[in-house]
């Protein structure tokens, strides 16, 4: 009986293991299905986008044929056409490695003189940062089997890692060499950049990890690394980092190019490497941006009266674009980073400030708080562009004092549309607060129902000014109404809901408590309004009237 006792218990037992090793398959096949059905999806979404900008390339060349006057402008669309391309091919080479997809076809050809050729095309990418640029292979000429496709991606990522993350004035160098039998090719990709902290490189070639240890420095995409490192395996070949902080970082790729690694299906043999495919270099627009020292030509020849405007950007060939744009309408200086544009407002007399978030050295939200802790250049407004689209994102510039938050991609016109708004609204503050606060006596006139209920319904939000708990529902209860009744009312009389008519008053009042006490503390000024934290009245003061608290009172101060 006990026999079968402890027979039926180990069934059980082994009954619930295989029912939870069941179970577990179940989940990981599920979790393994979605990500096969995701990689599809963002194939097929990377796809669709390829068509478009190919009809976009094919545009461009039909206009550089019937206008060829405009072939700067076309040499810059071109180049940001194909620098999308190449990342929605990455995107794809990502998916198809994960998807198990990724195929390795390889030809015989000189590698060496490959090597040499690929590296060159990227030579302008580095040289524009004024590093000095070693290529060098040893054998010169050396033949092998190589997949050109994926040696090329190798290649292009670690270079254009290396340039991105050196200093200015640094070397990058990449050196390819081979082992004593021939049959292996080893190259070295090294920079003389910060290194990798020794903490960080265990997570080196995980996906989506963007370079923590550097992002002060530059902004990447976290698939880079990872799609090199799935390339090289691919190619049987083995990759490994040795990084130094302070001196610098190599990357190591050994690859076999011997015919006998590779299987049959691997083997492209009726195909030879050719090297007459014309490859265009990136062209480098630096040379085109002027010296933000010197008012230019164009400036010149605007009015004098003209809005003083400065844009930063690190993205040189948006910057030249939008310095082309608006130059027709103001005085425009340009910056291509944080430092840059901190050392223009110390020399030019500014109206206002473009200014992308995702910089190099220093953000666009370092240089607002910058600016705006800089008691001689706070009254500056700035309009932040961004790419990021969370609200967190805007909450987040407001925070720090900016005035507009706009999402690229974005139009020309509304850019112009508030950089005209900000500055003739300081502008218009400016005058009212310039003219006198007399004024003669005018005749009374007698007031309309609405006039009167408006004039009422102001009386109590102003008895309650300090009350910060004092809200529509309060208010309702005063004027002997429901909030509905209250919020037809009154949006029927002035367009506003009873939040923003409350509001309007506290806002009305701290501009007049202001103008009487101009050397009166924000937090003061913020407490007797209403507000009990003071940063939030300096957001509502300045979405009201289109400048901070400070500079309002500073203005009081300089008219005075």
């Known amino acids: 009986m006990s026999i079968n006792l402890l027979l039926t218990i180990t069934i059980l037992i082994l009954l619930a293991v295989l029912a939870v090793i069941g179970r577990v398959i179940f989940l990981r096949s599920q979790s393994i299905r ?56 990455q995107i794809l080479e990502t998916s198809k490695s994960q998807s198990g997809q990724l195929k390795l076809l390889v030809a015989q050809g000189d590698v060496m003189r490959y090597i040499r050729e690929t590296a060159e095309y990227l030579e302008p990418l580095i040289k524009k940062k ?30 254009s890692n290396a340039a991105k993350y050196s200093r200015e004035g640094g070397e990058v160098s990449i050196k390819a060499e081979t082992n004593k039998n021939f049959d292996h090719l080893i190259i070295y990709v090294s920079d003389t950049g910060n ?47 040795n990084s130094e902080e302070g001196k610098g970082t190599t990357f190591i790729i050994d690859l076999p190019i011997n015919k006998e690694a590779f299987t049959p299906d691997q083997i492209f043999e009726d195909h030879q490497i050719t090297f007459d495919t014309s490859k265009n270099p990136i062209i480098d627009f630096s040379a085109d941006i002027p010296d933000v020292n010197d008012d230019t030509e164009d400036n010149n020849n605007l009015d ?5 405007v400065l844009i930063v950007e690190d993205n040189v060939e948006l910057l030249i674009l939008m310095r082309q744009l608006l130059r027709q309408y103001y ?23 473009v200014s992308d978030v995702m910089m190099p050295e220093m953000s666009g ?21 961004t790419a990021r689209t969370q609200e967190e994102d805007e909450q987040k510039a407001l925070l720090v004092g900016a005035d507009e938050y706009l999402t690229k991609p974005f139009h020309l016109t509304d850019l112009k549309l508030r ?16 003219q006198s606060t007399i004024q003669e006596s005018q005749p009374e006139i007698e007031k309309t129902p609405e006039e009167l209920f408006v004039e009422r319904a102001r009386q109590f939000v102003l008895d309650h000014l300090e009350d910060e708990d004092y809200d529509r529902e309060a208010l309702a209860a005063d004027m002997g109404s429901s909030s509905s009744t209250l919020y037809n009312k009154l949006r029927a009389i002035n367009g506003m809901n009873v939040s923003a008519f409350i509001r ?26 209403g507000f009990r934290d003071p940063r939030y009245f300096s957001t509502c003061f300045k979405k009201h009237f289109g400048m901070q608290p400070t500079e309002f009172l500073d203005t009081l101060q300089q008219n005075t």
């Open 504 to 529: 309007d008053i506290r806002m009305q009042e701290a501009k007049r408590i202001a103008t009487t006490t101009p050397d009166i503390r924000i937090s003061d000024l913020a407490y007797r309004v």
């Open 304 to 308: 004098e009266n003209a809005y003083k």
């Open 130 to 159: 004024k590093m000095k640029y070693i290529i060098k292979c040893h054998p010169e000429s050396m033949m092998g089997w190589i997949d050109t496709d994926k040696l090329d991606k190798i290649i292009y990522n670690l270079l």
């Open 419 to 434: 950089i005209d708004n900000i500055i003739e609204n300081r502008n218009r503050v400016k005058a009212e607060n310039g």
């Open 34 to 89: 979605r990500q096969l059905r995701m990689s599809a999806v963002f194939t097929n979404i990377t796809h669709e986008l390829l068509t478009p900008l190919t009809v976009i390339s094919a545009s461009v060349d039909k206009l550089r044929e019937e206008e060829p006057e405009y072939g700067r402008d076309y040499d810059l669309m071109q180049i940001n056409i194909q620098r999308m391309v190449r990342l929605l091919q």
């Open 365 to 385: 939200y370092e240089l607002t708080k910058a600016i705006k802790d800089d008691p001689k250049h706070h009254h500056l407004p700035i309009i932040l562009l």
């Open 195 to 241: 290194g990798i902290p020794k903490e960080k490189m265990k997570n080196l070639f995980r996906r989506f990890q963007d370079g923590e240890y550097r992002q002060h420095k530059a902004i990447g995409t976290g698939l880079g690394l990872a799609l090199t490192q799935d390339l090289v395996a691919l190619h049987k070949g083995t990759i490994r980092c």
């Open 331 to 353: 005085r425009v200086y340009v910056a291509q980073n944080g430092r840059e544009a901190l050392n223009i407002i110390q020399q030019k007399a500014l109206d206002l400030i």
